[in-house]
């Protein structure tokens, strides 16, 4: 009986150290296919690319003096910024105005990850919901795209999820094996298990009580804001007219000549830092607003019924020491039923987010019962002699997610779980809701969309392994020419590098000397700079 199953284990165990050898070189072979793809894109593109960036000042006078744009994009956010770059990579002549600066609101206040959604696919499975899976794909198929393109500004990032159950211990494994499984060649890495001693040495502060262990699993991080940001310096060197600080007032609209109907066919503007105001025609206008998207729909037509519910996700910044070195935590329930990360931030921690139905306005303050809340949940996961403070919260920002119902369907008081791209009787295509990390594919569904609606001329979408403004000549090791060549000190390379990416050498030629043996050049001006670097 013991030889029986010996034989049997063996075989059990060579079988499944074959399929996971068998598995390990398919998803090697498919991911030498993707980097080819991406290669092979970035050969492709027939689009002209200027390196010598033109001023605010020459892309105003752009915006001013063509005569028609064939797609104005209001919005200068992830999703905005997306659609001007997939539309001038199409060789669509493209302008892109936003009221504040890029990446000024939503786009840069949020949690930080590039993940497919780790609690989509759990719904998706438990309820057998096929949009769910498809949405948790087409994420994972842009998380990884977002990490190729963009290398600089982002990288995988394991997150630790903490058991406290033993029947949870292979009901969360399954789950996020499923996750990795789903992503196939684009797994980041494979996920693994922890024991509850290793959970403690690598974050003693985790409450101790009960542990049964931990499960680790890797999703994307990046620096949302200069990422938004590389997207529109990307558009604009490739030919974009782009400028911020530039409001629509309102839209502009002119008869069809076959129809007679009234036909939007560009927006006048207003240059909010010199008062100037002046038309910006384009045969097709994209609302990209985001929280803003009903406020530009009402320029459209004042009766349209609103689309966007407003929520808030409020986040705040604690010390380092409230995450693992290097590493994510998961609170996959919440008191509210949602999930909270304690994510490892430039040696700070960043713990969120909520959802709390909110106004929508341009400068949103997060609310002391927000705050209260995640500290709550922070409590609820560290070691009970761990003091956790309201002093301790050393920032806070929220952002306003712009969750909608799709007009389209007869239900429309439910709450649409991706996007919607809608196209208005006068043209207006608007596309909103939806998330960070799939900003590249809403981008391309929208302006699938307007070509078809305005009989545009344009090929397929580009974007896809189109590296951003940056990460092109991006190295891991880029920081060393840095502190080798201009006498930098080496945080302030490291920072230059994961800032810049490639660009960072323009930065550094402008470094004033110091006047000292070392640093050489590179005058601090923020003293507190180095320091904070330093913190843990």
Not at 6 to 14: D, E, N, P, Q, R
Not at 35 to 63: H, I, M
Not at 373 to 389: A, G, M, Q
Not at 471 to 493: F, H, S
């Amino acid at each position: 009986m013991a030889f029986r199953k010996a034989v049997k284990g063996t075989l059990i165990g060579g079988g499944a150290v074959a399929t996971a050898f068998g598995l390990s070189q398919f998803f090697e072979y498919r991911k030498n296919q993707a980097q080819l793809a991406y290669v092979e894109a970035q050969g492709e593109l027939k689009v002209p690319f200027n390196d010598a960036l033109p001023t605010r000042e020459e892309q105003l006078s752009t915006l001013r003096n063509t005569e028609e744009f064939d797609v104005l994009v209001v919005g200068g956010g992830a999703t905005g910024s997306g659609c001007a770059l997939d539309a001038v990579t199409r060789n669509l002549k493209t302008a892109l105005v936003e009221r504040s600066d890029f990446s000024s609101g939503t786009s840069s206040r949020s949690t930080k990850l590039i993940h497919g959604g780790v609690r989509y696919l759990q719904k998706a499975i438990m309820k057998l919901d096929y949009e769910q899976y498809m949405m948790v794909k087409e994420a994972l198929h842009e998380r990884a795209n977002l990490l190729n393109i963009a290398p600089h500004l982002s990288a995988p990032l394991p997150i630790m999820l903490p058991v406290y159950k033993w029947w949870q211990l292979p009901y969360y494994w399954a789950g996020i094996k499923m996750y990795d499984l789903v992503a196939g060649s684009q797994c980041l890495k494979s996920s693994y298990v922890l024991s509850k001693s290793k959970a403690l040495e690598l974050f003693p502060m985790l409450k101790k009580d009960k542990l049964v262990g931990a499960i680790v699993y890797y999703d994307g991080q990046h620096n949302d804001s200069r990422m938004n940001l590389a997207i529109a310096l990307t558009a604009a060197r490739h030919g974009a007219a782009i400028a911020n600080y530039t409001e629509v007032v309102h839209l502009l609209k002119k008869p069809d000549p076959k129809t007679g109907q009234e036909k939007v066919c560009g927006a006048h503007c207003r240059d909010i830092i010199t008062g100037q105001e002046f038309d910006v025609r384009a045969k097709c206008v994209i609302n990209a607003t985001g929280p803003f998207t009903d406020s530009l729909r009402k320029m459209d037509n004042q009766k349209t019924a609103n689309i966007c519910q407003p929520s808030a996700g409020v986040h705040i910044v604690i010390p380092g020491y409230y995450s693992p070195d290097n590493m994510g935590l998961l609170d996959p329930a919440t008191s509210d039923g949602r999930v909270i990360f304690f994510l490892p931030w430039e040696k700070m921690t960043i713990a969120g987010t909520t959802d709390t139905p909110t106004v929508v306005t341009a400068h949103p303050i997060p609310l002391e019962d927000d705050i209260n809340f995640i500290l709550s949940e922070v409590r609820h996961y560290l070691s009970p002699d761990v003091e956790v403070r309201r002093g301790d919260v050393l920032a806070a920002w929220s952002g306003i997610r712009p969750l909608v119902t799709d007009p389209n369907s007869k239900d429309t008081q439910s709450i649409c779980r991706n996007h919607v791209v809608n196209i208005s009787d006068s043209g207006l295509i608007t596309i909103a809701g939806g998330k960070w990390t799939t900003y590249r594919s809403m981008a391309e569904e929208t302006l699938d969309a307007a070509i078809k609606a305005h009989n545009l001329s344009a090929g397929p979408s580009r974007t896809v392994g189109l590296m951003l403004d940056g990460g092109k000549d991006w190295t891991p090791t880029l920081y060393i020419r840095l502190v080798q060549d201009y006498g930098l000190e080496n945080e302030v390379a490291q920072h230059l590098a994961a800032t810049y990416g490639g660009r960072a050498f323009e930065v550094a030629k402008m470094a004033q000397v110091t006047g000292k043996r070392w640093p050489i050049v590179g005058k601090r001006l923020v003293s507190l700079f180095l320091t904070l670097l330093r913190t843990k």
